[in-house]
């Protein structure tokens, strides 16, 4: 499948670390070698020698390891964008000029907002050689963000989650607080989506959106690889300007959730909505009895994986195999090591 690339948008952030709204990791300290590693496994395998395998603290693979799977198993042009690591990373990226995001409760966590978008949209013609451009992320904390970027754009206020049992609320009070750091009300950012990512978001929205814009508007077809989070970037490119629907690919695992309403986020925002069911919960695999039980929803363009899988006739169950086979050997690997992981989103 040559004619698709997936892009996937890598960074940090602060608001990460806040506790209790992202099964990223065991801890903060390890959470930030997620996006580094997820990556890492999607280009080439396997992480690093020196970085975590990514996990939640119940020992939920990244998503990173359905993602790798479907391009072992189909094949894809896979290109990653630093876009805020705060951990260097062994896999070949692009760079768009972007530092770690700060705290959310803070009153300029992306003071840099619209450097990056516009690095993005500059890089997007060179990334964008294929057909068909997947657009993912990896960002610990990121649907905390996007919900303070949607809140900002006066959107919907929904937003998915990496634990089983989304923290919605604590995300909401996270957000208010967000909001009264930067002087701002619901909607006060309608139309000015640099500001919104500026004063309420993280750099991987500013650079997701920065190649969504960019694509499109070199005629390159966008597919959004993931669930509320590219939701949030599909906001941001409306309020940028782009009027065309867009396709969002994501999990059942999010388009089931109904905390997230990912349906309505889609219909509101004029977007296609495919959701794919790998059908873990017919697998006795740990790994897989995890995602079934609502861990790491999507992230690594896990969804749009998927689709493709589903777009070019391979057995689900051939998918879950591969996927074991990827998460038995990045854990035993692990164990050998002694190294903890982080997660994902």
């Known amino acids: 499948m040559s ?30 070698h997620t996006p580094s590693a997820d990556l890492e496994i999607v280009a080439d395998g396997r992480p690093a020698p020196d970085s975590p395998v990514p996990v939640s603290p119940s020992g939920c693979p990244t998503p990173a390891v359905v993602t790798r799977a479907v391009r072992e198993r189909v094949g894809f042009d896979f290109v990653g964008v630093d876009a805020g690591l705060a951990v260097p990373t062994d896999a070949s990226v692009r ?22 978008f516009e690095n993005a949209r500059g890089l997007a013609p060179d990334i964008s050689k294929t057909d068909e451009l997947l657009v993912a992320e990896t960002i610990p904390g990121g649907t905390t963000t996007a919900l303070g970027v949607l809140t900002a754009l006066g959107e ?10 989304n923290p919605l609320e604590r995300k909401r009070a996270v957000v208010e607080e967000g909001l009264a750091a930067s002087d701002l009300s619901v ?26 814009v960019g694509s499109l508007e070199g005629g ?10 590219l939701a949030a970037v599909a906001a ?25 309403d990912v349906a309505s986020l889609a219909a509101d925002l004029d977007l296609s909505l495919t959701a794919t069911d790998p059908e873990f919960g017919s697998s006795d695999h740990p790994a897989m ?16 994986a998927l689709a493709l899988s589903d777009r070019a006739g391979v057995p689900a169950a051939d998918v879950r195999e591969r996927i074991a086979a990827i998460t038995d050997r990045l854990l035993a690997a692990r164990e050998t090591v002694g190294v903890d992981g982080g997660g994902s989103r």
């Open 3 to 32: 004619d698709v690339s997936l892009v996937v948008v890598a960074g940090t952030t602060e608001t990460a670390a806040i506790d209790g709204i992202s099964a990223a990791g065991a801890d903060p300290e390890l959470r930030i």
């Open 95 to 116: 760079a768009v000029g972007a530092a770690p995001g700060g705290d959310v409760r803070e009153p300029e966590p992306v003071p840099d907002a619209a450097t990056i």
């Open 156 to 165: 919907r206020p929904v937003v998915s989650s990496s634990l089983a049992a």
């Open 187 to 212: 909607g006060d950012a309608d139309g000015d989506p640099i500001d919104a990512i500026r004063l309420m978001g993280d750099p991987v929205l500013a650079a997701a959106t920065g190649l969504v």
């Open 220 to 229: 390159i077809d966008v597919t959004l690889a993931g669930g509320t989070q």
């Open 236 to 260: 941001l490119a409306r309020h940028a300007g782009v009027d065309r629907r867009l396709p969002l690919a994501t999990t059942t695992f999010v388009a089931d959730d109904p905390t997230a």
């Open 289 to 304: 009895a995890a995602y079934a039980r609502g861990e790491a929803k999507e992230g690594v363009g896990m969804g749009g």
